[in-house]
C-alpha cells in the first residue's frame, strides 16, 4: 500500500522538472507544477537608475558637445 502525502516547495532556484530531496528514512519527490518570475523589485529598480544614469550622461555630452561646436 503507497501512503502519499502532499507537501510543497517553493524555491527560486530550477532544480529541473523533477528533483529528489533526501529526508529522514528515504527521500521526497517533488514535480514542477508551476514557475513564476519571483519579483525583484529591488534588481528592476537598479536597472532603472542605471538606464536614467546612462540617458542623463548621454544628454549632458550631447549637450556640451552642442554648446562648445557654436563657439
Known amino acids: 500500500m ?3 502525502h502532499e507537501d510543497y516547495l ?3 532556484a530550477y532544480q529541473g ?3 529528489n ?3 529522514k528514512g528515504g527521500s521526497r519527490t517533488y514535480e ?6 519571483v519579483n525583484q523589485s ?3 529598480l537598479m536597472q532603472l537608475f542605471g ?5 542623463t550622461g548621454l544628454f549632458a555630452y550631447l549637450t ?3 554648446l562648445n561646436r557654436r563657439r
Request: glycine residues 0%; proline residues 3%.
Open 64 to 66: 556640451e558637445w552642442l
Open 42 to 44: 529591488a534588481n528592476d
Open 51 to 55: 538606464l536614467v544614469f546612462f540617458l
Open 10 to 12: 517553493v524555491t527560486a
Open 17 to 19: 522538472e523533477i528533483f
Open 32 to 37: 514542477l507544477t508551476q514557475t513564476r518570475r
Open 2 to 4: 503507497v501512503c502519499l
Open 21 to 23: 530531496v533526501p529526508v
